[in-house]
């Protein structure tokens, strides 16, 4: 789950890091005020859940409390449209105004879970305000990275240590160093999935601030985060996939696609989205019902994959185990009832009782044609895109 | 030989609610010798009349001399119930439970490194070997069929699409073992690769890895400067766009390591069979055997 910006910057004042004096405004007349509160120069950022904000004028300068309500008026109640977002953008409805901090130099920081490392890993960086993937593959030996211990966490050492290596000056080292165990603490105690700072800064008058924070939080361990939980902000995501969120789907949109897929199991709906590659369409979106859905879940996951106006014919690939194939068909019909689709389906269905679950297919009356495994499949999708008969 | 389990498996059960008594119930019908269940407030009663249930699994151990144990338990107990199971030493340990907190696996696998317990999971679909009728998990036994090649993923529904394709070209399995698809997991791909390779009962080995993290790649390290028998592999995600979580926690392009692409590359030049597509994982297989 993401946060905006300005939610991140308050959970961090919490953990006495050091962050510029901000608010946040809902109008323009609140961003006004905000402004005048610090002398007049701010700088006025669009809350969104998505990078790259900067290009895509969610960030303005301003040097005095009337450009500061001009530059939120252009932002708040529209949709932002950045390289991170959906082609449609995301909409704005607060901005995040921040008194403007002189910057001496800008370095960069982040937390985020490692796999290999099998704990949380610090990345550190000279090179502040940039991109990092980019600071990565031009310039690898410009991050630091330090696994922090999975029991006892981040030592104070390794994070004077990581300050000292990215160029923190020296009589800066130790408040710097405090900033990132507090960094540490925050990803291991609110269960973050990623802490980054792009950039921490160190400003002309011999201060180590976090001046822009992003910080997401690990899906599984929400249950005990009610505070964090309650940050959520569905406007901020695509409403298919927050309808398939609220239903306790796994959906993933993908743009541009033709074939909706609907599958349980995430590694066998990889597939599925695969194997309509080898059809020579591309999937509309990933969609795992899981193992013990019931009727009304799976209806429901097929009116979302239907609702999909990109969608022309969806593959249905089930593996009956907890799943009872015959729940599922009956779920189905009941979704292509409730939308009242003609769409095509392609429909595999093995295990617990398929065969009960494609007799209520054919019994129904829908566009169905029956395939036996995953290459059958990619064979019937051709033909059915191709607009060719079943 | 074979791996994981034998004869002599003694099955232990945590986690008894709706969807374990069922699981537990058909790894019995499997042929699995269930010798104990263990639930908090049901100690003393009888599962299916016929499997004593006890309170802890210090006890349940005691009593009865399991050494595999099987946990169903909510997501948010998982790890508690995996640290239980260590301390009561029972050398295996299969953790079906889907949605572990991952900082609870950081604390658990740094727990249980020095312990002689190997953990399956978190996130799995556990194991199955159908020449001693062993089941520890949820894997459908109907769709195996016994023979002599081992069978390793990180997915579930998935596994069991390639061990249907394989049984339909009459090539039996000899163990099938589900690694899981959270990004912390106990047993990797290179630990059954090891076993595999070690294993009298297996001639051959289909690997199935996804998107995310880079664990193929040291897969493929492994099969390289390890493995004789052949591999084949298959990598699924193909289509899968960055930065979005494809339902396994752990199946996210963060990087170009990420990239089924990526893994693909690495393990054909490791040598591995890799399938064209996850329709023809049991073709390419027949392939290399040359049937």
Not at chain 1, 113 to 135: F, H, R, Y
Not at chain 1, 280 to 292: I, S
Request: proline letters at 4%.
């Amino acid at each position: 789950m993401n946060i905006h910006e300005y939610q991140a910057r308050e959970i961090l004042e919490s953990y006495g890091v050091a962050v510029p004096r901000a608010g946040v405004a809902s109008t323009p007349d609140e961003a006004r005020k905000l402004a005048e509160g610090f002398g007049g120069r701010a700088v006025v950022k669009a809350q969104v859940h998505a990078g790259g904000r900067g290009k895509a004028g969610g960030v303005k300068l301003v040097s005095s409390p009337d450009e500061a309500a001009e530059a939120a008026a252009g932002m708040l109640g529209k949709n932002l449209i950045t390289h991170q977002t959906r082609s449609e953008g995301v909409p704005v409805r607060k901005v995040m105004v921040a008194e403007l901090t002189d910057i001496a130099d800008e370095l960069y920081v982040a937390i985020t879970m490692d796999a290999d490392a099998k704990a949380p890993m610090v990345m550190a960086s000279s090179e502040g305000g940039m991109d990092i993937e980019e600071v990565a593959a031009n310039t690898p030996d410009k991050i630091v990275r330090v696994a922090a211990d999975p029991l006892i966490g981040l030592s104070p050492y390794h994070a004077r240590d990581i300050a000292m290596k990215i160029g923190v000056p020296i009589d800066l080292v130790r408040p710097a160093a405090t900033l990132i165990t507090n960094l540490a603490r925050v990803f291991q105690e609110k269960d973050a999935s990623l802490v980054e700072i792009n950039p921490l800064v160190v400003t002309t008058d011999g201060k180590v601030m976090a001046l822009d924070a992003k910080i997401g939080f690990e899906d599984d361990a929400l249950f005990r985060h009610p505070e964090i939980a309650a940050l959520e902000d569905p406007e901020q995501n695509d409403a298919l996939e927050q309808k398939a969120h609220d239903a306790g789907l796994a959906y993933v949109k993908l743009d541009g696609g033709r074939v909706g897929c609907m599958v349980n199991g995430a590694g066998l709906a990889m597939a599925t989205m695969d194997i309509t590659k080898t059809a020579g369409a591309d999937p509309a979106n990933f969609l795992d019902v899981g193992g013990g859905a019931a009727e009304d879940k799976i209806a429901e996951a097929f009116e979302i994959i239907v609702s999909d106006s990109d969608v022309e014919a969806i593959l249905v690939n089930l593996f009956g185990g907890i799943l009872r194939c015959d729940v599922a068909a009956r779920g189905i019909v009941m979704g292509a009832n409730n939308t009242g689709t003609q769409m095509p389906l392609v429909v595999a269905m093995r295990g617990t009782n398929a065969e009960e679950g494609l007799q209520i297919l054919a019994d129904a009356g829908l566009n169905v044609t029956t395939v036996g495994d995953l290459g059958e499949a990619a064979t019937a999708l051709t033909q059915v895109l191709s607009g060719g008969s079943n | 030989m074979g791996i994981l389990i034998d004869e002599n498996t003694r099955l232990l059960v945590q986690g008894l609610g709706r969807d374990g008594s069922f699981q537990a119930s058909r790894c019995r019908a499997y042929g699995t010798n269930m010798v104990a269940g263990v639930h908090p407030r049901r100690g003393g009663t009888m599962f299916e009349d016929e499997v004593p249930i006890f309170e802890t699994v210090a006890d349940a151990v005691a009593a009865t001399g399991a050494n595999v144990g099987l946990i169903f338990v909510p997501a948010s107990g998982a790890a508690d119930a995996i640290i239980e199971q260590v301390d009561a030493g029972l050398p295996l340990v299969v953790c079906i439970s889907e949605g572990v907190p991952v900082q609870d696996m950081v604390t658990t696998l740094a727990y249980i490194e020095d312990k002689p317990t190997r953990l399956l999971g978190p996130n799995c679909p556990g194991l199955i070997r159908p020449s001693t009728k062993g089941k520890i998990g949820i894997i459908p036994g109907n769709i195996l069929s016994e023979g002599r090649v081992g069978v390793v993923s990180r997915s579930g529904t998935l596994t069991y699409e390639a061990v249907v394709q394989l049984t339909e070209l009459g090539i039996g399995q000899s163990t099938c073992v589900g690694i899981g698809g959270d990004p912390l997991h106990g047993t990797t791909f290179v630990d059954v690769l090891e076993m595999f390779e070690n294993d009298d009962e297996t001639d051959a080995i289909v690997m199935i890895g996804e998107i995310g993290g880079t664990k193929e790649q040291q897969a493929a390290e492994y099969i390289k400067n390890h493995v004789t028998k052949p591999v084949v592999g298959a990598i699924v995600g193909q289509t899968a766009p960055p930065g979005k979580r494809m339902g396994h926690a752990g199946a996210i392009i963060t990087g170009k390591a990420a990239l089924a692409s990526e893994k693909i590359r690495i393990l054909e030049e490791a040598g591995v069979h890799v399938a064209e597509s996850p329709a023809v994982i049991g073709a390419k297989m027949a392939e290399v055997l040359g049937r």
